[in-house]
């Protein structure tokens, strides 16, 4: 499945300044962890590809991608 990439970025950007208003957190892996508990691996996936494409986006962004699970490969 496709996900619209626009959608992926702006919705953790979202999770981004949410978090990294909370004191005592780490935001990108705050990030990361509600994306690892609410999307699913296909929307994982592309996260994480499209932030190792190079794309501009948010810092805790770019850095929540190193703590996002990826699904193993079967």
Known sequence: ??????????MAKQMA???????DISAPEAVADHINDFWTPDMRREFVDLIASGGEVDPVVRDAAAFVRLPSAA
């Open 1 to 10: 499945m496709h996900y619209d990439n626009t959608k992926l970025i702006r």
């Open 17 to 23: 300044d949410f978090f990294r208003a909370q004191p």
